[in-house]
């Protein structure tokens, strides 16, 4: 019976390491975990009982939402190694801090203690991570609502891409009918406005009487006893407010993210038609209360074990390439406590060495000597991860949650199918990296299976890919400040010299390590710090065996702008190429950190895929930084100019997400590596884009009760000078369909940041160009129609009246754009609302989405009574002499 139970256990634990996903209407691999640095002392048995009480709550009111179609079945909590190992904690398998859902950490300068979940894609795409605070847990007085109910607000930002229905831009908007209305959805939720002073509250607020609505101190506050049941994604806070707005509830006037990023579409609308779980049917039955099954585990010592491929092919430079950048890997990137073995396989797979502890320099430098330097034989890749699953076993016997980097630059001459099935049982993490182009195609499926980061690189020493692949290779605890960073990552292969820059900042400059390495003969070093002084090769320690040149900078490395230059001494061109690392200045001080992903990891070609880069700090943003990214296969190198502009590819100006559309497709593999620097414009934003929202206050019996002023953020921007970061994506697939030479025609993409301004009798639009190709190239022409009738302009774009655009040309993509037209083509009075939208054409035709929908008021402030008495005599004077001027001109005439 014993052995029965343990292998349910298994089983069931199994489904832990695969992320989220839908069981029938249950979600299964829900992964929370806490930061390190939340102390464990004295809250943390409570902050866990905290966490499981919101997760089984949070599952009984997401089931009554959408219809009763989902629910939490199963969630991990992974606990902080650094807190003490407790008997109901299991070992963690591929569970990640960086893989996780939902984070809890200290607080951050942009948000405080207020839940947001960090978004990076269009409406209906899944979210990145939701972000709690042990303080939104522990601390009863925070007014957001109760807990549950914010966890499913963050959740549907999280899994279902939806947005924020109320506004704190625009608290208030002129209705289609000319009334004064709060931004929320649904209309039905009451309250009244307060115009918040040291005196109270003031109703009715006072009047912009430019706008017709409230002044900036004036705040919506809903009635507690509303009935109305809409919607979680503004007022989760009121008791009766427990599902989402419905087509027929939907407030599509609010001026609100929800309406501007998913085109004025309900939130119900999205999760059912739009989201990953579009089509999920409604339960043919009621959903019986059972509570999620909550697992708690921990990650032990982190167990890594290099698998490397020695066969003939691995010969000359390839062998090299692996020496440096797996040397480099041992001495700057693991970090110490961690445990090491090394094995190597062609036709046989050996041990090269057994788990060895890096406590020391000593012990970095006794596995760097173990790496093999010849290379021969077959490629039998399933002996060498079995036997690095042995090799692994070594510590605990068990080989959960330990981790292998498998290298290999050939097709396996065994049976990989068997041997994935055999790691995917152990519990182990495969990280792959396909050295040149004709690596297994196993590889990457070996790494998504078993929650692994899968690296393509080329077999060019001035690439640095494969040094970059490995230096990517980073604790994942969220200590940031123990991590190494990369500054720089460059190389060239040239006859005379390869000059370049990095900068250390004040987050950085611990632990930095210069390491060059060269194809044929050392080059001369010259190496100028921002004060001036020099570094010369003599100040380097010279691997000769393995073409490596290193120096360790003593203390904290000044902060500023580094120049170096390598002169190739040889007669012939070689490549070189130069890696700088570091680490935190202070423990006290997070690093900015650099992350790139495409928003796929294989595409048929039939859609543009994304390259996205978040530059944070502390989860922070860093914005109007340089960004670009380099892809690169076998065939060719891309460079794109990544953008934080809220257009095109980018859902959200300044948030510090980077991305552009790669439409350049070809077959093959690519890899993705990402260069950032400061140009002077760099600075640190604490400005919020989401959350939860904070609740100023509430109508109770008709009587107001306001809560305590949300806790002040500081959002003037932060100066963070000179920096550099490179960072390496996982690399992803193209495959376009047999005798196809690129992808289908794509369309210009949406503009979404439409704006219309009524001056006069002249309407004007803004807005962002778009691209031929979406945000690259220039579009052909532009489409702008307009309505009174939103929902019709929504529906049928092409049946509504156009504006003359004859004299509009596009510009290229990326320009703002400025058209102005006279509002005689609708007939706008006071109170009336006219509704604007715009759509793009490509020079073969192929039309872009509807925008996002614009809107202009007509408001004709109220004339004061007294100005209306004095308008009415002057009528009444200039109507009789008018009357006297007729008569007598009548009499002159006759006569």
Not at 100 to 113: F, K, L, Q, S, T
Not at 187 to 202: F, H, L, P, V, W
Not at 593 to 607: E, L, R, T
Not at 830 to 835: A, L, Q, R
Request: with cysteine; proline share 5%.
């Amino acid at each position: 019976m014993g052995l029965q139970t343990s292998g349910l256990f298994f089983v069931i634990f199994l489904s832990r390491t695969f992320g989220i996903q839908l069981d029938g209407h249950g979600y299964t691999g829900v992964l929370i975990a806490i930061n390190p640095a939340v102390p464990e002392e004295p809250n943390g048995q409570v902050l866990l009982m905290r966490i499981e009480d919101m997760i089984k709550d949070a599952s009984l009111s997401l089931s009554k939402t959408a219809g009763n179609r989902f629910h939490f079945k199963e969630v991990t909590i992974l606990i902080p190694s650094n807190w003490k190992t407790q008997k109901e904690y299991k070992k963690a398998r591929t569970e990640r801090y960086d893989k996780a859902h939902v984070i809890i950490d200290e607080p951050n300068r942009a948000y405080g203690d207020e839940p947001y979940t960090l978004q990076y894609g269009q409406c209906g795409d899944e979210g990145q991570y939701i972000h709690l605070t042990p303080n939104f847990l522990l601390d009863d007085n925070l007014v957001y609502g109760e807990r549950n109910k914010v966890f499913v607000h963050e959740w549907a930002h999280l899994r279902w891409g939806l947005y924020d229905e109320y506004s704190d831009e625009q608290p208030f908007y002129l209705s289609g009918q000319g009334e004064v209305e709060a931004t929320r959805c649904s209309i039905k939720i009451t309250g009244q406005q307060c115009g918040r002073s040291e005196a109270g509250c003031k109703n009715p607020c006072d009047t912009d009487k430019k706008t017709g609505l409230p002044t900036g101190d004036c705040i919506f506050l809903p009635d507690t006893h509303t009935s109305a049941q809409e919607s979680i994604m503004a007022y989760p806070s009121l008791y009766s407010v427990v599902d989402f707005c419905t087509t027929e509830t939907h407030n599509a006037e609010a001026p609100n993210r929800q309406n501007q990023m998913c085109g004025n579409r309900a939130a119900l609308d999205v999760i059912l038609n739009s989201s990953v779980d579009a089509g999920v049917p409604e339960p043919s039955a009621p959903f019986p209360t059972v509570y999620p099954t909550i697992w708690k585990v921990q990650r032990r010592t982190r167990v890594v074990c290099l698998v490397l491929d020695v066969s003939g092919s691995m010969q000359g430079p390839r062998i090299l390439l692996l020496q440096q950048a797996a040397t480099l890997f041992l001495r700057e990137i693991i970090e110490d406590t961690a445990i090491v073995g090394i094995v190597k396989f062609q036709s046989i797979a050996s041990i090269q060495k057994s788990l060895t502890l890096i406590d020391s320099e000593q012990t970095r430098e006794t596995l760097v000597k173990a790496l093999p330097t010849t290379a021969s034989g077959g490629t039998q890749i399933c002996q060498g991860i079995n036997k690095a699953l042995e090799v692994v076993k070594e510590d605990d016997q068990n080989t959960e949650g330990d981790e292998l980097v498998l290298l290999t630059d050939g097709e396996a001459n065994d049976n990989m199918q068997l041997c994935l099935e055999t790691v995917k049982s152990s519990g182990a993490t495969v990280h792959t990296i396909a050295l040149g182009p004709n690596a297994d195609q196993i590889l990457q499926v070996m790494a998504n299976k078993t929650g692994g980061i899968f690296y393509q690189s080329t077999d060019s020493i001035d690439s640095n890919a494969l040094v970059d692949a490995f230096a990517s290779l980073t604790t994942s605890d969220g200590n940031l400040t123990q991590q190494a960073i990369q500054l720089e990552s460059s190389g060239k292969t040239t006859l005379d010299w390869f000059n370049g820059t990095f900068s250390v900042d004040l987050t950085v400059g611990n632990g930095t390590v210069i390491t060059i390495i060269y194809e044929a003969s050392p080059p001369r070093i010259s190496i100028r710090s921002p004060s001036g002084d020099m570094l010369s090769g003599s100040d380097f320690s010279h691997d000769r065996p393995t073409k490596t040149l290193s120096l360790k900078i003593a203390g904290t490395a000044e902060v500023g702008e580094w120049h170096y230059s390598l002169l190739n001494e040889g007669s012939t061109a070689q490549a070189m190429a130069i890696t700088v690392t570091s680490r935190a200045a202070r423990a006290d001080v997070p690093p900015i950190i650099v992350k790139a992903h495409m928003n796929q990891k294989s595409s048929d070609g039939n859609k543009a895929m994304v390259v996205f880069a978040s530059v944070t700090q502390k989860g922070v943003p860093v914005i109007m930084a340089d960004v670009t990214a380099t892809l690169v296969s076998d065939k060719e190198a891309i460079q794109l100019q990544l953008e934080d502009k809220g257009t095109g590819a980018d859902a959200v100006r300044h948030d510090g997400i980077y991305s552009k559309y790669f439409t350049q497709m070809k077959t093959g593999r690519y890899s993705l590596k990402v260069r950032v620097k400061n140009k002077g414009k760099a600075r640190i934003s604490t400005h919020r884009y989401s959350g939860a929202p904070y609740i100023p206050g509430y109508v109770v019996n008709g009587l107001v009760v306001l809560n305590p002023p949300k806790p002040p953020v500081n959002h003037e921007p932060v100066e963070v000078g000179s920096f550099s970061r490179t960072a390496t994506g996982e690399s992803f697939v193209v495959e376009l369909p047999p005798g196809s030479t690129g992808p289908p025609p794509f369309p210009p993409c949406k503009i979404t940041d439409l704006k219309a301004k009524l001056e006069g009798d002249n309407v004007t639009l803004t807005w962002t160009a778009p691209g031929d190709s979406y945000d690259q190239g220039t579009a052909s022409v532009y489409h702008i129609h307009w309505s009174e009738d939103l929902g019709l302009l929504r529906r049928d774009f092409n049946e509504t009246p156009a504006v003359n655009t004859s004299a509009l040309s596009p510009q290229e993509a990326g320009s703002i754009e400025e058209y102005s037209f006279s509002s005689y083509y609708f007939n706008i009075t006071n109170g009336t609302s006219v509704f604007f939208a715009i759509a793009a054409e490509n020079a073969k035709f192929v039309p872009s989405e509807m925008s996002n929908i614009a809107r202009v008021v007509k408001y004709q402030p109220p004339v004061p009574q007294q100005q209306k008495s004095t308008n009415v005599i002057a009528i009444a004077v200039s109507g009789t002499v008018a009357a006297i001027v007729v008569i007598i001109a009548v009499i002159i005439y006759i006569k």
